[in-house]
């Protein structure tokens, strides 16, 4: 920040230009992972009756007796969600890794 201000960026550029960009090289991974945790333990907010994923699918199981079959398609589901989510966050750590760096 120092450095940017003495060639005359202003504090608003210094920080979009240098500052967020190191920034995300460090923390995308960690968001990633808090992304992916938040995704998959909130299976457990129905223990707490949260009305979600897994709440709805033990409310159709019940009303069908298909339990299997329900919770099969209810695990499918968040296993299509994170490996979304994981692609995504993926290719932005690509987007913000410096070139030729190997971490």
Known sequence: MIAARSI???KFKAVRHIVIPQMLRIV???WSNELIYLVKYSSLAYMIQAPELMAQGKAI????????EVFIVVAFI????V???SKILD???KQVRIPGLQT
């Open 61 to 68: 199981a019940a009303k069908n007796f298909r339990t299997f």
């Open 83 to 85: 490996l979304i989510l």
């Open 91 to 93: 290719i932005l750590e």
């Open 78 to 81: 968040y296993l299509v969600i």
């Open 8 to 10: 005359g960026m202003s």
């Open 28 to 30: 995308i991974p960690s």
